[in-house]
């Protein structure tokens, strides 16, 4: 007889219950068939008495095999082991075969132009961001407060099962209510589509407007991330310049004139990354090209919220009676990147459409955070959640160029943004991003992704430096980092140029 007495060894103190330690225990033995099929089990009394446990824990036992398949109970008889049992071999994993598990065993389509870097996380790093917001003013104690209450309702339970791609129906009334009284537009919860965020929203729209050799206008330079969704699509995107005031509507009127232009992307509030706003002249110039023309505008509305020197411009989104625009948000600037609670906004047919394709990447969101979210603004604290960063981050803005002016005004230069998250630096001549960035990682300063508007590909010489993440020590701090970097270089320039003396 088996010597079930020494074969198990059950803990008391473990968090997995007795029965289940010993269904496992008893599993193993049976795949390595020390207990061969078609065995008889003790009855539960006598292994109970065996092993010193209650009875019902071996009966809890038995019935836990019955149900995984690995013993069949066959009344006024008792347990046996099944007579066939499905056990998987598992391979042994030699140590030289790791590398193939790197490398698929099929073709797949690569796009090069996706991001690879991997993002620096370590903490003791002071890290440029390209402009967001300051995880650490989330109010992340009244966003669970509601959440908790929004479970307690007995009516939530219905939001735990499928529902609506579309998005959750109280969050679609309260945001058109919510934006037509701050934004001046004029949508019902029809024209609305609740996305995972705007990335979300950029692709749907680029899926829904772009066939292979359509033409996509967009700023030079552009924000990259868009530029990438739209060249999955196509490899027709074409670029018309950007001064201060935003993209330039006569050079698009030039193109529209000799080229079919299906749709054109712009960051009208801050057009990322150089941060100038659309002008007013401009804004109705584009719409009417749009209309004229009858092309798509793609209005990205990222960081709507932050306007420091103004009331926030209403978007085109607001003037558009053509139904020419396609109008993209989120709160993941505003509250908090991991929300990710985005919208998709225009004509009720291409809304639809959206949805019927956003269907077979993503079922739907995510019922609750949504419906959390329409209590949230509902209840008015995503209003006083922005009046309070707001302030903050204005002066975060001022103290950054005030800072970067004072100290580091021989390396840099720059317009002190009206809005957003970010500054455009442009490096004074004759240093590089480049070889900033390696000499900054000497004083553990990450510069992240330095190269995506860089000089050789789009001739500005600038990035993005995000200052609403930062608190003033950490200001400090970051220009510090900065002027040992210049110190470091101007020294090493200093040595070379004496040696070629
Ligand atoms: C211009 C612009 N559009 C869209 C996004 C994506 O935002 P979300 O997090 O809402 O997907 C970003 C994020 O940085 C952005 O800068």
Not at 85 to 101: A, G, K, M, N
Not at 255 to 264: D, G, N
């Amino acid at each position: 007889m088996f010597p079930y007495k020494t074969s198990f060894q059950l803990l008391r103190n473990l968090n997995t219950p007795l029965y289940l330690q010993l269904s496992n225990q008893f599993i193993e033995l049976i795949k390595s068939h020390k207990i061969p099929p078609e065995t008889k089990l003790p009855s539960s009394r006598s292994l109970s008495e065996l092993l010193g446990v209650h009875r019902k824990t071996v009966v809890a036992c038995y019935d836990e095999l019955m149900l995984q398949g690995w013993v069949d109970s066959i009344p006024k008889k008792g347990t046996y082991v099944k007579a066939s049992l499905p056990i998987l071999t598992q391979q042994e994993f030699l140590e030289e075969d790791s590398v193939l598990s790197n490398e698929a065993n099929f073709k797949f389509s690569k796009n090069e132009n996706f991001n690879k870097k991997r993002v620096n996380t370590d903490e003791s790093w002071v890290l440029v961001d390209d402009g967001i917001s300051d995880v650490r003013l989330t109010p992340l104690k009244d966003i669970a407060r509601t959440y908790r209450r929004l479970c307690d309702r007995k009516r939530t339970i219905k939001s735990l099962s499928y529902g609506e791609t579309f998005g959750s129906g109280k969050l679609r009334k309260v945001l058109a209510s919510y934006l037509n009284k701050t934004r001046g537009l004029q949508y019902t919860e029809e024209n609305i589509l609740i996305t995972r965020g705007s990335q979300m929203g950029i692709f749907l729209a680029s899926k829904l407007l772009l066939e292979k050799d359509d033409i996509i206008v967009v700023g030079e330079t552009n924000y990259i991330a868009a530029d990438v969704t739209f060249s999955e699509r196509t490899d027709r995107i074409l670029r018309v310049p950007v001064d201060e005031d935003g993209i330039k509507t006569d050079d698009l009127e030039q193109l529209c004139k000799r080229k079919q232009i299906k749709a054109v992307y712009v960051t009208s509030h801050h057009h990322h990354p150089t941060t100038v706003t659309l002008s007013a002249e401009r804004r109705i110039h584009l719409l009417n090209l749009a209309k004229e023309y009858r092309f798509a505008i793609v209005e990205d509305d990222y960081d709507y919220d932050f306007n420091y020197n103004h009331a926030p411009i209403l978007p085109l989104a607001s003037h558009d009676t053509q139904g020419n625009v396609v109008y993209i948000g989120s709160i993941c600037k505003t509250v908090a990147p991991v929300f990710r609670i985005g919208y998709l906004i225009g004509p009720k047919d291409f809304v639809e459409e959206a949805s019927r394709v956003r269907r077979y990447v993503d079922r739907q969101g995510d019922a609750l955070l949504e419906l959390t979210f329409a209590d949230f603004i509902e209840s008015g604290d995503l209003d006083r959640h922005i009046k309070k960063t707001l302030k903050t981050y204005q002066q975060r803005r001022d103290f950054f160029c005030e800072q970067f002016q004072q100290e580091l005004c021989d390396y840099f230069e720059f317009d002190i943004p009206k809005g957003g998250m970010a500054v455009w630096v442009k490096l004074k001549s004759p240093y590089t991003w480049k070889e900033v960035s390696e000499v900054a990682k000497k004083y553990k300063l990450e510069l992240g992704e330095w190269q995506r508007y860089d000089v050789s590909r789009t001739g500005h010489n600038a990035i993005r430096i995000g200052f609403a993440s930062k608190n003033e020590e950490e200001i400090e701090e970051l220009v510090m980092c900065f002027k040992k970097t210049f110190q470091e270089i101007s020294l090493k320039t200093s040595s070379v140029k004496s040696f070629v003396r």
